[in-house]
């Protein structure tokens, strides 16, 4: 017998008179409000809790997204910017210098861009994140971490109450990539240190639907 066997043969004979599973108390928050079902309290409770974060938040109309994108990323002085698959033609026709990632832009190439701008899967208002999965519009995880400076957009409809929600409405088996404000960390001296682990400067458009 191997040790594997032995091992499963005890925990057996040590469970052998267990018949039932006892119950699993389920005490956290269940999702609750999903995406569509942003009102102002919880698009204003996005705006307030990204900020904190140290991101630049911006709110506009549909006709005013292409305008407010070229405006941050003007006010940053980007120039080269990275627009990946998906991202709306509309949105980015007035960026001075943008860089299609279409092939895909290998490190080299994303770490010479200024910035680069993307849409998300969905935004939640509780912690002030957006998530992206690498949908259309987002670009590779890469896309977003190596560079500098993100600009994302987030649609009022995108935007959920809680994580709950999030994890509700994304794909597990997509990859994710869960921001809440730009990259930051602290040493041990607790000197807080932007930019180690993805782009120091985070811009976010909310877009009302």
Request: aromatic share 4%; net charge negative.
């Amino acid at each position: 017998m191997s040790s594997r066997e032995e091992m499963l043969a005890r925990i057996r004979k040590a469970t052998a008179d267990i018949t039932g599973l006892p119950d699993v108390p389920r005490r956290y928050q269940p999702p609750g409000r999903g995406p569509g079902s942003a009102d102002e309290a919880l698009v204003s409770r996005f705006e307030e809790r990204a900020s904190d974060y140290r991101a630049t938040v911006r709110r506009c109309g549909e006709a005013e997204v292409a305008q407010v994108i070229a405006d941050a990323v003007a006010a940053r002085g980007a120039v080269r910017v990275g627009v990946p698959r998906g991202f709306p033609a509309e949105w980015s026709a007035l960026l001075p210098g943008p860089v299609p990632d279409d092939p895909p832009l290998d490190v080299a190439a994303l770490d010479a861009l200024d910035g680069v701008v993307t849409t998300v899967a969905v935004a939640v208002a509780e912690t002030g994140t957006i998530v992206l999965d690498t949908g259309p519009g987002q670009g590779s995880r890469g896309f977003t971490l190596v560079p500098d400076y993100h600009l994302a957009v987030v649609r009022t409809g995108q935007i959920v109450g809680a994580v709950p929600d999030a994890v509700a409405a994304l794909d597990p088996a997509r990859p994710l990539t869960w921001i809440s404000g730009p990259s930051a960390t602290s040493d041990i001296e607790l000197s807080r240190v932007e930019g180690v682990h993805g782009p120091r400067t985070l811009d976010i458009v909310i877009v009302s639907d």
